[in-house]
């Protein structure tokens, strides 16, 4: 069953409409809008996606822009992107450069290091990490210790590919079960390990029944319960120091592009801050 994701586009809805895409050769989920005739351009990872879509949207229908081209990959994806000049994706070549960049907050630090941003501010924060299950919840999965059964399959996002996502994961994981979770992640017998994308892989994996469970951000599985809700449940792991958060700050590449800077503030603004906290996220402040 492949999974059905809503369009995800900050752009005018009275612009004509051409869609047209196949869900396993042509589908392009984490590029959105069009970078030709938009007037800003945000490279951002993807974890928080349904909060960025909306915040995007907003800003656009109060500055009646027509669209905002933007992003939402895993931060190597975009920091080579942002290295070279351009990406290629399948035949397709993009090479416009980004005014606004988001991601967690040790990334964009090193960025504004390498004066890649002029400006950075956190601005939101998770709320800690979820198990997310099929409807139902087949395996009677209720914490992380069931894991460790020998008939329960997890998902995790890839340790190269996606180095920052993993390695909340990991800790969390190692956080309530020790040495023994470190162990399964190790072997890998029972793990399917995501490619490049885990905030598409992991319910698609999950929905396929490849996995009986997948650890992935609270508010990612928020999501998936919300647009697919006869499909998914998820499991809120136990708030502590055990279970890992994740800071995201904002960087404004161009401090004389006017409608960055704009865009920049209203992400430390009430509406952007309410936005992400209908969608599972913490709202902070510098």
């Given amino acids: 069953m492949q999974l059905d994701w809503p369009g995800e586009n900050a752009d005018d809805p009275t612009l004509p409409r051409n869609r047209w895409f196949h869900p396993s050769s042509n589908c392009c989920l984490d590029f959105h809008g069009d970078p030709a005739a938009s007037a800003l351009r945000v490279f951002s990872d993807g974890n928080h996606h349904m909060a ?5 949207e907003a800003f656009r229908t109060e500055h009646a822009l027509s669209s905002i081209f933007y992003c939402t990959t895993p931060p190597k994806v975009y920091l080579d992107w942002m290295e070279s ?6 035949n397709l070549r993009l090479g416009v450069a980004p005014d606004i960049v988001i991601g967690p907050d040790d990334i964009m630090e090193k960025l504004a290091s390498r004066d890649a941003v002029r400006r950075i501010s956190v601005f939101a924060q998770s709320r800690g990490n979820s198990l997310l299950v ?14 460790l059964s020998p008939e329960i399959r997890l998902f995790i996002s890839n340790p190269r590919t996606e180095s920052a996502s993993h390695a909340v994961y990991r800790q969390t994981l190692e956080g309530f079960a020790g040495d023994a979770i470190g162990d399964l992640l190790d072997a890998g017998d029972r793990v399917l390990f995501g490619e490049l994308i885990h905030h598409r892989e992991a319910p ?27 499909i ?3 499991i809120p792991l136990p708030e502590g120091e055990c279970n890992i958060t994740t800071r995201y700050a904002v960087g404004l590449v161009d401090e004389t592009h006017g409608m ?25 402040r510098d």
Avoid: M
């Fill in 204 to 230: 698609q994996a999950v929905a396929d029944g490849r996995v009986d469970a997948a650890v992935v951000y609270g508010h990612l599985a928020l999501r998936y319960t919300r647009i697919f809700p006869e």
């Fill in 134 to 147: 099929r409807k139902g919840n087949p395996k009677n999965i209720r914490d992380v210790r069931d894991l």
């Fill in 260 to 284: 960055a800077s704009e865009l920049y503030r209203y992400f430390l603004e009430d509406e952007a801050a309410g936005i992400y906290r209908h969608h599972g996220l913490l709202p902070i």
């Fill in 85 to 90: 000049g351009a990406i290629e994706i399948g």
């Fill in 52 to 56: 960025l879509e909306q915040t995007l």
């Fill in 232 to 234: 998914f449940e998820h």
